[in-house]
């Protein structure tokens, strides 16, 4: 069964859908896990394996990035596990944090699967699903006093932070996006802020909407996975502490995450703005009363902003 099902339906009085090829509304089913999830309006293209291998390869290139884009995969039974997947407890004899199979994943090139017993930390266990949310969590009790200083307001914390419903599955697995050989739920990304800020273009370019995310200081590897898991939405996730200290994430990165059926309209997107001078390298310069691309100086003067470039001034000695 296909992951996605697009139906032109209207529900009829029982609620149920009506076949009805004239309605220009169509409805978007997406099927995921033991949820379904109806999008008006929204189509959902299809997109191989092949292909999200070429365009993860291209986009990392066109990006510059020093880590791989990782595939990540919510697994319902060990039976979906690769052939090819390392599995902690059972091949190293030993259990990771997820953020350190992660980082494997998109430093060594590794596929990893990673199941209740082999997680360290309890956070994605909770997040992804694999645990209940019990009650000495939800009031906040690992939070207060080392991290929030009052314990009602950590128990806001732990009830707000994002999580799958209990039971949907078992594990998660992760490897390069260009090696993969499993179709992702999402891809994530370690990127800089430069990375950032031209993949947040590219979203701009494809369809002219901001990213509105949640943003933590704690458990990244929850906030860059399950929001865009429901919402089928690219999402940027802050490192958390552990991700720095024990996954080597950088001063300088984010995570941000896309939905593979995207690929290709950010492919489209990043060709289309290196080609227009949107892309990387940006180059930098201090220089008062730059140029302005057309568009800009025409709404400036609409707004009465004066972009007449001022006389050539006298150019003086100046100490570093």
Known sequence: MPRW??????????GRLVENPGVAEFLTIVYFGSNIITIRNKEVKMISLKEVHKCGTELEQWLRMRVYPIAVKMLKSRDE???????????WGHRYSLCQSFAKSQRAGLTIAMFKEDMWCFEPVIGLGLAERIPYFLEGQHRYPDSVRKLEDAAVWCQNMPYLEYGAYKGIVSAPINTCSFMPDVVVMHVSGAQTSQLLIIKNWI????????????????????????????????????????????????????????????????????????????????????DLKPAYAKLGEMLGVDVKKSPPREQKYQKI
């Open 5 to 14: 099902l697009r139906l032109y339906a209207l529900p009829n009085s029982a």
């Open 81 to 91: 596990v690769p052939e090819d997947a390392i599995i902690p407890t059972r091949d």
């Open 207 to 290: 369809d002219g909407k901001d990213l509105y995310c949640q943003l933590s200081g704690h458990a990244v590897c929850v906030y860059a996975t399950v929001p865009a898991l429901q919402k089928r939405e690219c999402t940027v996730a802050i490192p958390c502490k552990g991700d720095r200290r024990l996954a080597s994430a950088q001063d300088d990165e984010i995570l941000f995450t896309l939905v593979p059926e995207l690929l290709p309209d950010f492919i489209a997107g990043t060709r289309f703005l290196q080609e227009h001078g949107w892309g990387l390298p940006i180059i930098e310069e201090y220089k008062e009363e730059y």
